[in-house]
């Protein structure tokens, strides 16, 4: 069936470097999605999103990339920090349930270690 | 904080045992969301409520029954739950319920069942 997923499950990098986390999704109808992060003992934290007549989307420390051609997307953290270390997860709306609800699949997650 | 909060935090229950849990947003918000998140496992939707009425029941088991008495506050009841219904159960709320809406998750309740 069609999910969203991770290429890696875990990624370990030094403070300070750049992290890059990775998603792919399958379904050519999403048409929204976000970057969650979630710490250890609470629930998943908003990030960043992106739609999907985008293709980069900057926050602070962190830009999302879309490429609907390969149906990837991507989160980089500049300068990472140790309280950056958790899961991230991305997620995606399905284009056509504007009516039913927010309807996001989530993927299974990245554990971000930073290491000082 | 994400003005969407929880309670209880953890909760350890006999499979005979009734409990709810409470989830409550401070957001003005008009769609909530049961979540059930299992270890190495994507988050799964349990049920969608809009402007308090039910808009999604993704197959859940009937001894999960949802209550949605305003925009406001969620609750799920939970009665006659098996051993791997134990899992963290997140809330979430997003203004209009539409597919582009931003969902906001409160901590989750630890929930086991013995």
């Known amino acids: 069936g069609e999910s969203v997923g991770l290429h890696l499950p875990t990624l370990s990098v030094q403070e300070g470097d750049n992290s890059i986390i990775n998603c792919a999704y399958s379904?050519?109808?999403?048409?929204?999605f976000i970057w969650y992060k979630q710490e250890s003992g609470k629930g998943p934290q908003f990030i960043i999103d992106?739609?999907?007549?985008?293709d980069k989307r900057q926050g602070q420390r962190v830009t999302v990339l879309l490429n609907k051609t390969v149906k990837h997307l991507s989160l980089q953290i500049a300068a990472t920090q140790p309280g950056d270390s958790a899961v991230y997860f991305c997620?995606?709306?399905?284009?056509?349930?504007?009516?039913?609800?927010?309807?996001?699949?989530f993927g299974e997650g990245t554990q971000l270690t930073v290491n000082p | 904080e994400t003005g969407v909060t929880q309670t209880p935090r953890h909760l350890v229950m006999g499979m005979t045992n009734k409990k709810s849990l409470k989830c409550e947003q401070h957001?003005?918000?008009?769609?909530m969301y049961w979540y059930k998140q299992s270890a190495k496992k994507p988050l799964e939707l349990m049920f969608v409520y809009n402007f308090k009425e039910q808009t999604e029941n993704n197959s859940v088991p009937s001894r999960f029954s949802p209550e949605c008495p305003n925009s406001s506050h969620l609750f799920l009841h939970l009665h006659t739950l098996q051993p791997e219904d134990s899992a963290l159960y997140l809330c979430?709320?997003?203004?209009?319920?539409?597919?582009?809406?931003?969902?906001?998750f409160g901590p989750g309740t630890r929930l086991t069942v013995l």
């Open positions: 979430a709320s997003s203004p209009l319920g539409r597919g582009t809406d931003t969902q906001y």
């Open positions: 957001l003005g918000h008009n769609a």
């Open positions: 997620a995606e709306n399905i284009r056509g349930r504007e009516t039913s609800g927010s309807r996001l699949t």
């Open positions: 379904n050519s109808a999403s048409d929204y």
């Open positions: 992106i739609r999907s007549n985008m």
